[in-house]
């Protein structure tokens, strides 16, 4: 059974980096897409971040420049390193992984919704101006 829990969130303000991690165990697919969403208050989920088995990483246009998704230890551990923050970076942070999602392992794109998909309970991140 595949587990994802999310560290790393907090309160920082606007300018300053924060490091998201997820641990990810039972985890034995090849091909996967594994990633970072995240949801505001009254917003709909948003996927900022992905990256696919080959390496391979995508950005949501929001965030290109500002953070970079890294995969650690093989895929046992999934960064996010966020700098610049800004305000609008507020928000319920998760990762996200789904076996064979390879192909279309691109932020925006990618919903993680199939019948595989692991989820996150989330991490908290706020950006105070």
């Known amino acids: 059974q595949v587990q994802l829990v999310e560290s790393g969130g907090g309160s920082v303000q606007a300018g300053g980096s924060l490091r998201l991690s997820c641990a990810v165990s039972?985890?034995?697919?090849?091909?996967?897409?594994m990633g970072w969403f995240r949801q505001a208050p009254g917003s709909l989920r948003e996927g900022v971040a992905a990256?696919?088995?080959?390496?391979?990483?995508s950005y949501s246009d929001s965030v290109k420049g500002r953070f970079t998704i890294s995969q650690e230890n093989g895929k046992n551990t999934l960064d996010l390193q966020m700098n610049s923050l800004k305000p609008d970076d507020t928000a319920m942070y998760y990762c996200?992984?789904?076996?064979?999602?390879?192909?279309?392992?691109?932020?925006?794109?990618?919903?993680?919704?199939?019948?595989?998909?692991?989820w996150g309970q989330g991490t908290q991140v706020t950006v105070s101006s």
């Open positions: 990256i696919d088995n080959a390496g391979r990483t």
């Open positions: 039972g985890y034995t697919y090849s091909s996967y897409c």
């Open positions: 996200a992984t789904e076996p064979y999602a390879h192909w279309s392992c691109y932020a925006g794109l990618w919903k993680a919704q199939g019948g595989s998909a692991a």
